[in-house]
């Protein structure tokens, strides 16, 4: 005749796992999911081992354990307690309720099974076993606890609890490897990814210099006909010859900009060659390449600042490059006939760039998305100009290069801000 255990768990989940575990190893159980019902369902069946969770309402494992081990006819029922608690006052309490066993959750399910024949087959030891009547009361973690369980149910109770923690140790162990393990993959595939990049880097900046010089030339060459010939020529081949010209433009600027995002990701550092230039000065030549753009929309173009010169060490090349991208997209991005505002200041040891524009504005949720490469916001220019998604990417890197800031503020329909600051001395 099989062995039948009752189990007594409030989790569905909990309940459903240890009934199929049982019925795999070929128990018959019955269950009940409270104390109160198990201890008068025990009352009757008078199972050959209860397994109980320890967090329960009305009566939780520990008490259920105490009304067990107290009622003679139930008393030498071995009681098994199946928790996730760990702390050590959880096994004096144990002891101190009669406890026969203990397993922590999660369990293995060999494990459990294999916990439950020691228990059973040790059954007539426990039975010859006498209960001392007197008890012994000792102080843990400030409380006193008052233990009467006998010799055998004390030993099988810290076997048990010590082989919970050989357990937990050898998972511990085993988890461990494995984390090593998967980091030296990580590490294997981190590397393979740096060469794939570094790979594409190199092949990305060999195209872009093959590409470049041809359509150099298709752009010089669609310029100079339209210079010395366009008055010659019919309106439709004009206009021809005028969509190549920009065609070609868009792209000479797409692979200016890629061959900037190579370089910049190749070394893994934005190279930089820090002099003592006028940022004034920079900000005034940008403002008047743009000139010409804005004029084209009836924009103004405002330079407000109350500082005449401002030296220090910064690369020129790239903080007019920076200037240029935050203009230009201003000038793309507002209604014609509006002013754009470009403000110099200082703020202790930092000068802080803006410039405003009264274009469209970006939604809020935009905003992150503008300084990350090829990224596309809903906001569209407002006179057919081209978009790449790289020049506010660049833009970050190079004033990360600096150790400057770079961010924006926007309100979708009153325009936006573009911030940046730069140390005045680095």
């Known amino acids: 005749m099989n062995s039948k255990i009752f189990i007594v768990e409030d989790s569905p989940t909990q309940l459903e796992q240890l009934k199929i575990v049982l019925e795999d190893a070929g ?63 959880d096994v004096i309490k144990g002891l101190e309720a009669g406890a026969d066993n203990f397993m922590t959750k999660p369990y293995n399910p060999d494990t459990l099974i294999s916990r439950i024949n020691f228990i059973l087959i040790n059954m007539e030891m426990r039975k010859k076993s006498m209960r001392s009547d007197m008890g012994i009361e000792i102080n843990f973690g400030g409380k006193n606890y008052f233990i009467n369980s006998d010799k055998m149910q004390i030993l099988d109770l810290l076997l048990s609890t010590y082989e919970n923690a050989i357990q937990k140790n050898q998972e511990l162990v085993d988890t461990n490897k494995k984390l090593t393990e998967l980091h030296k993959e990580m ?22 210099h093959d590409i470049r010089n041809p359509v150099g030339l298709i752009l010089s060459y669609s310029q100079l006909i339209l210079d010395d010939y366009g008055e010659n020529l019919e309106d439709n081949v004009q206009e021809f010859i005028g969509i190549i010209r920009k065609s070609a433009d868009f792209v000479l600027k797409l692979l200016t900009d890629l061959l900037n995002v190579a370089v910049i990701e190749a070394g893994g550092e934005l190279t930089l060659n820090k002099k003592e230039n006028d940022l004034v000065d920079v900000v005034k030549t940008s403002i008047l390449y743009n ?69 469209q504005g970006i939604p809020e949720n935009e905003i992150q998305l503008l300084f990350k490469p090829f990224s596309k916001i809903s906001t569209k220019t407002t006179g057919g100009e081209s978009s790449i998604g790289l020049g506010l990417n660049i833009v970050k890197k190079i004033i990360d290069g600096h150790s400057g800031k770079v961010w924006a503020e926007s309100q979708v329909g009153k325009g936006s801000k573009f911030y940046f600051s730069l140390p005045l001395q680095n």
């Open 27 to 89: 128990f018959e159980y019955d269950f009940a999911i409270n104390g109160r019902e198990a201890l008068e369902k025990v009352k009757v069946t008078l199972p050959d081992l209860i397994i109980t969770d320890i967090v329960m309402p009305e009566m939780n494992g520990y008490e259920l354990c105490k009304a067990v081990k107290n009622n003679p006819e139930t008393k030498n029922i071995p009681v098994m307690l199946l928790t996730t608690l760990s702390d050590p006052s």
């Open 187 to 208: 590490a294997r595939k981190n590397l393979q990814l740096q060469k794939l990049n570094e790979d594409k880097n190199k092949f990305l900046s060999m195209a872009a």
């Open 291 to 359: 000139k010409i753009a804005a004029e084209k929309k009836s924009m103004k173009l405002n330079f407000i600042t109350d500082i005449e010169e401002l030296k220090f060490n910064f690369d020129k090349v790239k903080i007019e490059q920076v200037m240029h991208n935050l203009i230009s997209n201003a000038v793309k991005y507002s209604y014609p006939e509006t002013e754009i505002n470009i403000y110099l200041k200082l703020k202790d040891s930092l000068v802080e760039v803006c410039v405003e524009d009264h274009g």
